[in-house]
């Protein structure tokens, strides 16, 4: 079996392997340590003749005209009769010999490193960078996917009560820290150790489980970080009051959205929208409102799940304005996440709105902007959990909103935004008017008619909350 042939053959993790080292080979944990089967390092090499019985005492790996004699249960081996030492014995389980990772790491490189030679072991060619970090916050768990360019090795090393360490086999370069503070995980930190990555992963109180799995296409490591079990907040529907609402007024800053013929510009529309709307449920619902931004700045996306989720927040709301080539293109639309869109323009609302993502790369972190929008969404897959309470929570505002405002329904629709897929809440979008149709954009500047959506979101809102409230008083 060549190389290639084995990286493509094991692409899920069964559950009895623990890791892997570079190269697609899948580890063994033995005593506590992580161990790689010798006849898949021999595998990887090319013109080498393994003699490894289940009988025997020794095994003989022959490559080229090197010779690597190994004794079952010692951590000294051979290499062309001299010794090198490995950080575990050498063991044979159920009649297959067990190489120490160390094994790959020290003697294969030894093995492959000749002048002149043209053996090339996959095991030591492939350098792994760094593709990606992602870290996403759900209420039972917090995902971190770290992307690289090859299949990587990792390791849980420690798991303590303060902080959980993984190791990544080879990961050449790339540096992440991010503080998520979702209630579970203080900081993420992916630092160098060696010629590993070592990913810190420090809680903000008690630890978390961490679930790793590999998945490939792309190449990546999805560690799910399971939240401690907290009885009030994990029941299916819930016992609390509608406490807190977060409000977000889309794009900001050098963001500014979509622009009217006019030069209205989403920005500043849906800001001043945000405001009114957030006054009026503070005044007439007695609900807790926190805004994304409260002013013209710029807030990356992930930012402002992020805040919801860190405070607690109940709903997740956020206001834009629409954009359409034909600028008759008129009317109101309300979404709420879905991995499927509803159709092809609802999926154009999505990319056009997920378009900040570029803005966010190109502007903040600079990891050459290769973010694929799309595959971050499917990824995660959504927020399935609270896909009927947001379906139900679109329906009611914008209901409300076609009956008062005289305005072409566009419906409910679902998409993919990115905006909402981190939301650990029910979680809808309002696209309030078409900006770039002259006579909605006439409309749109006009503080009465923004008073008047205002009026008709709190009107969706207060009869969401009417229906809240009778379920959480049912037993
Ligand atoms: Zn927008």
Redesign the pocket.
Known sequence: MTAKRLAAAVVVLPLAWTGWVQAGMPTVTHDGRAYVELTRVAASLQKTKLDASAVSTRARLRTGDRVVTLTRNWAQVLVDGKPVLLDAPVRVKRGVWLVPESFVSRVVPALTRVAGDTRVAAVAAVEITLEDVRVRSYPSFTRIVVETSAPIGHRIETSGPREARIRLTGLSGGAHAEEPQDGLIAEVRLERAGADGLLRVVFEGAAGTIRATMLVDPPRLVLDVARPVEPARSGRERLTPLRTIVLDA??GGHDS??MGPTGLM?KDL?LDVTRRVGKLVEERLGIKVRFTRDADHFVTLRDRTSFANRERADLFVSI???AHRETATDGVETYFLSSEATDSAARQVAA??NGVVQLESAAGRGNGGKTDIVRMILWDLAQSEFQMESSRLAEVVHDSMTQSLRISNRGVKQAGFYVLGGAAMPAILI?IGFVTNPREEKRLKDTRYRDEIARAILTGLTEYKRNWDERTRTP
């Open positions: 889309g794009h959205g979509a989403e849906v834009h304005a629409n056009a709105e696209e």
